[in-house]
């Protein structure tokens, strides 16, 4: 191209990155035929995957090449809120799953051990079912030099009952007293049935009827709903399956995770809602997942030039 055209396209880079925080190229992805749109998409998406592979190698490292406590270190990191997120990975660390493993068939073991060293427990009145948790916690950690955390570290404002830390606590100890092959399930999910099926954890009876410790609620099972369940399938079910596919050369598994994520539904958080405010619809996580890409890597730098979006724009496009 000569240097008129390039200055031209220049242009509508400029152009784009001017308008970056206003979902400037929703227009253009809104009228894409689906060919086109699904070869953006899908770089945006592998673009987003080997971002989150690299989490899960920091992870994978800090459990020194054990998948299973890279699974269970990635399990906590996905389980609350982005601003608990450092908490949980915290509370994994103390708590890590070779001895989850060794306690799981004692009856509250794992549930003692979680909320002991979360340090939650200390923030609320007890009833005899959290004492009998603090006595079981002082035997573990003594067991096993468990150092509970400040719960200070935990942040509570304003944060819904349903997601609340000793509500995914109670939920993440049943989860993991189910059995000790959780990863090989993981690896097997190949629908939003499955996710579901593997992770729609119930907490045990007592949480029926309580939110938080000691204080009695009308009676509602506490299980990880359809909602949370598919962000599980999101962000550690195709994220482990491909990164796994990745470690060990197995296409079938990556091609698996990618499967899943056309198959979990879109994302519904204020990034994709914006998104849709701007004419763009995505059908699956596969399209979410490659907005997401968009909304926190390339548009608030205004990488428009860099963007595959951006480029295709500006290729399609340039202001004379």
């Known amino acids: 191209m000569d240097r008129t055209g390039d200055s031209a396209i220049q242009r509508t880079i400029e152009r784009l990155e001017a308008r970056a925080g206003e979902h400037a ?22 673009d987003r995957l080997q971002r989150k592979m690299r989490m899960v190698e920091a992870l994978r490292s800090e459990a020194a090449d054990n998948w299973n406590q890279t699974f269970y270190l990635l399990y906590f990191r996905t389980l609350g809120d982005r601003r608990n997120q450092e908490a949980y990975l915290e509370l994994a660390r ?75 606590l109670a939920q993440a100890a049943e989860f993991f007293a189910q059995d000790d092959f959780i990863m090989d399930r993981t690896m097997a999910c190949r629908s939003e049935e499955d996710v579901f099926r593997l992770f729609g954890i119930e907490a045990a009876d007592y949480w029926r009827t309580h939110f ?75 399209e979410s997942q490659a907005l997401l890409q968009l909304s926190t890597e390339y548009c608030p730098a205004r990488r428009c030039g860099e963007c595959p979006v951006g480029r295709r724009i500006a290729q399609c496009f340039p202001e004379r």
């Open 25 to 46: 190229c929703g227009g253009f992805l809104a009228t894409l035929e689906e060919l086109p749109r699904t070869e953006l998409f899908t770089t945006l998406l592998f």
């Open 94 to 168: 103390r708590v890590p799953y070779k001895i989850v493993l060794r306690e799981r068939k004692v009856p509250h073991a794992i549930e003692a051990m979680l909320f002991g060293a979360s340090g939650l427990l200390d923030l609320y009145r007890n009833d005899e079912y959290t004492l009998n948790l603090r006595r079981n916690f002082e035997h573990l950690a003594a067991k096993y030099e468990i150092q509970p955390l400040d719960p200070a570290i935990w942040e509570l404002a304003e944060i819904r009952p349903a997601n609340h830390p000793v509500l995914r």
């Open 212 to 286: 938080i410790p000691a204080a009695e609620s009308d009676s509602r099972p506490k299980r990880i709903g359809a909602f949370k369940a598919n962000i599980i399938g999101i962000n550690l079910v195709a994220v482990l399956q491909f990164a796994y596919g990745s470690y060990t050369s197995n296409e079938r598994l990556r091609d698996s995770a990618l499967s899943l994520l056309e198959r979990l539904p879109a994302e519904d958080n204020r990034y994709i809602r914006d998104w849709k405010s701007a004419g763009v619809k995505p059908v699956n996580a596969f």
